[in-house]
């Protein structure tokens, strides 16, 4: 069972309105949660990173949450933008000592429509 | 800077032949990744590098996959020989780790290689 899941699968907005992402995990221990961006046809890009002593970090219009007790993360998207359109991919390093013992979530598609 | 350079963009190959995927980091990382994606997978991490060093290969899905980095600004992902399954897009990433804080990874544009 994949330790990192994300909901929705995909969804599809009107551009201006605002959307919330989210990510559950299993790992244990946790060392930090990153979101990263990914257009199609292209390499991640990193959004946020957030260690568990984080609650919220943001980036533009981006804002990510952390409840490292419920084990649950958010990435709300405000006010979006055509530009949008991607998949997000919520990954979760397992380890206190090895920063890159990552596991991934499979992304969830994120539509933005005029 | 350039960021992460991969070549070949794109690879056709036919089962059974030899594949070498290349990258060049971002100049100053010290940490380098090789990541598989696919549609039923996701994106996996196949081995990663701190100074030149494999220090994790246990992404590596069996004996036909090797990694090298024989310097601070090369590495090279082969696979011998290739087969249908290997067909995915691999992306190189690097990092630099400053303090305590977790490093920004920065991802190359990928290869697209397809096994025929």
């Known amino acids: 069972k994949n330790q990192v899941e994300q909901s929705p699968q995909s969804l599809i907005i009107l551009e201006g309105k605002n959307c919330t992402l989210q990510c559950n995990y299993t790992v244990s221990p946790f060392s930090n949660l990153r979101w990263y961006k990914q257009d199609t046809g292209r390499g991640p890009v990193s959004l946020t990173i957030?260690?568990?002593?984080?609650n919220t970090k943001s980036n533009g219009r981006y804002t990510a949450t952390l409840d490292a007790d419920t084990k649950q993360s958010s990435l709300h998207i405000t006010a979006s933008q055509l530009s949008d359109s991607a998949s997000y991919i919520c990954v979760v390093s397992g380890s206190v000592t090895d920063d890159y013992k990552l596991s991934f979530g499979a992304g969830t598609t994120v539509t933005v429509r005029a | 800077d350039a960021g992460v350079i991969q070549s070949p963009r794109h690879e056709v190959t036919e089962m059974g032949q030899e594949v070498t995927l290349r990258c060049k980091p971002i100049s100053g990382h010290d940490y380098l990744f090789w990541y598989r994606q696919t549609m039923m997978r996701g994106l996996e991490l196949l081995i990663y590098?701190?100074?030149?060093?494999?220090?994790?290969d246990s992404g590596m899905p069996e004996d036909r996959f090797s990694a090298k980095m024989p310097n601070a600004s090369f590495s090279t992902l082969k696979i011998q020989p290739s087969e249908p399954r290997d067909s995915a897009v691999y992306f190189c990433?690097?990092?630099?780790?400053?303090?305590?804080?977790?490093?920004?990874?920065?991802f190359g544009p990928g290869t697209r290689l397809t096994v025929l």
């Open positions: 590098f701190n100074n030149n060093v494999p220090i994790d």
């Open positions: 957030m260690t568990f002593s984080e």
């Open positions: 990433a690097s990092s630099f780790i400053s303090g305590l804080s977790p490093g920004e990874q920065f």
